[in-house]
């Protein structure tokens, strides 16, 4: 039997005695002779009985207003993977009289998320879920969140100052790290490497901006270890508009026509890998070293063709359950969740380590 199937009705068949008195061993009330506390306690552990902790927490008949402030996924397929998972948790929540409404917002409009966060502040919910792509803009409505005690937790981006219940997603500092060493894995001579930001408002997004700290600090501990008194390393770093904006293909196109920099590999930022990919294929320059995130279709597809070299999937599917498997009872409770990174995948065009590898990252000493 599997372990979500088991209830008190099946230990009680199990030890013979009534679901009331597997009620009162479970809650450690009322009266039960020790010999049958034992037996049900045994019958427990056979059946690999876990108790839902969500039902006993939020064991009332009230209902919960739970509000989710996240990128619309029509204008990103990243953000579909969270939009499917948070649907899931929803209908999963339902029955414990939890209501969970996403309010989307657009990831190029500052207003957008503005307008999308004043709804869900107004709604006067029991709890937030937001991811916080918008630095500036997000710590005003943390703020009033507290002053009203309505407690929030984030995903996808971590902002180290806030006390937040929980965080749950990939720690972005590390993942620039690992970036770093996947570009200039098996690149001894000495070249540039070009960091691509595609149309991110990167001063305003503490994902984005720790991402290419990261990397660039990598880079940094090749330096200091190096003989040569100057790092053989050049780190540059790009903030391309909209792919549909002709300067976005005027600077591409200006950086590959230029040999003199000797570009030996490119790190996306963010899912968009597969926007940089046809110039390298257009220029036959499938030698430069492309590093993206996210397992997208198109990503897949230049992966697949050898222009894109490695995909850090960032697993945004697990990180929508995750949260939802630990945020009722944190926000119910009032009280701080462990902070959750999740394990980075690789998935590699070479024949030899076409696999995907976790690596699970630990958090920086700060």
């Known amino acids: 039997m599997s372990k979500t199937?088991?209830?008190?009705?099946?230990?009680?068949?199990?030890?013979?005695?009534?679901?009331?008195?597997?009620?009162?061993?479970?809650?450690?009330?009322?009266?039960?002779?020790?010999?049958?506390?034992?037996?049900?306690?045994?019958?427990?552990?056979?059946?690999?009985?876990?108790?839902?902790?969500?039902?006993?927490?939020?064991?009332?008949?009230?209902?919960?207003?739970?509000?989710?402030?996240?990128?619309?996924?029509?204008?990103?397929?990243?953000?579909?993977?969270?939009?499917?998972?948070?649907?899931?948790?929803?209908?999963?929540?339902?029955?414990?009289?939890?209501?969970?409404?996403?309010?989307?917002?657009?990831?190029?409009?500052?207003?957008?998320?503005?307008?999308?966060?004043?709804?869900?502040?107004?709604?006067?919910?029991?709890?937030?879920?937001?991811?916080?792509l918008f630095y500036r803009e997000s710590l005003t409505f943390f703020a009033r969140w507290q002053a009203q005690s309505i407690p929030y937790v984030l995903f996808n981006t971590y902002i180290a100052e806030l006390e937040s219940l929980s965080y749950v997603g990939q720690d972005s500092y590390q993942s620039g790290f690992l970036a770093g060493k996947l570009v200039q894995f098996g690149q001894a001579q000495p070249g540039t490497f070009l960091i691509v930001h595609i149309a991110e408002d990167v001063a305003n997004s503490v994902h984005v901006t720790q991402k290419e700290r990261g990397f660039r600090d990598y880079f940094a501990q090749l330096a200091a270890t190096a003989t040569e008194a100057k790092s053989p390393y050049t780190i540059i770093s790009i903030d391309l508009p909209q792919p549909t904006e002709p300067s976005f293909a005027r600077q591409l196109n200006r950086l590959l026509d230029d040999e003199a920099i000797q570009l030996k590999g490119i790190f996306v930022s963010t899912s968009k890998a597969y926007e940089i990919a046809p110039y390298l294929q257009a220029y036959q320059r499938e030698n430069i070293r492309l590093v993206g995130y996210d397992l997208l279709e198109k990503n897949i597809h230049f992966l697949n063709e050898n222009i894109i070299d490695f995909l850090i999937n960032q697993n945004p599917g697990s990180k929508a359950t995750g949260v939802f498997s630990r945020w009722p009872i944190c926000w119910f409770l009032r009280k701080r969740c462990c902070r959750s990174s999740t394990c980075h995948s690789i998935l590699s065009r070479k024949k030899t380590c076409n696999t995907t590898l976790l690596l699970p990252l630990r958090r920086r000493k700060r």
């Not at 049900?40 to 209902?63: D, F, H």
């Not at 509000?67 to 929540?93: F, M, N, S, T």
Request: net charge neutral; proline share 5%.
């Open 5 to 132: 199937a088991v209830r008190l009705k099946d230990i009680a068949a199990k030890a013979n005695v009534s679901v009331g008195t597997v009620d009162r061993v479970l809650h450690n009330r009322g009266r039960v002779s020790e010999e049958v506390r034992q037996k049900v306690l045994l019958m427990m552990k056979e059946l690999e009985y876990e108790p839902n902790m969500i039902a006993r927490t939020l064991g009332s008949n009230r209902s919960y207003r739970l509000a989710v402030l996240q990128p619309d996924h029509l204008l990103d397929p990243y953000w579909q993977a969270p939009w499917d998972g948070i649907e899931k948790a929803g209908r999963d929540l339902k029955q414990y009289g939890i209501n969970v409404i996403i309010y989307p917002y657009s990831l190029t409009e500052v207003s957008s998320f503005i307008e999308q966060a004043e709804a869900a502040t107004a709604s006067q919910p029991d709890g937030i879920l937001i991811a916080p």
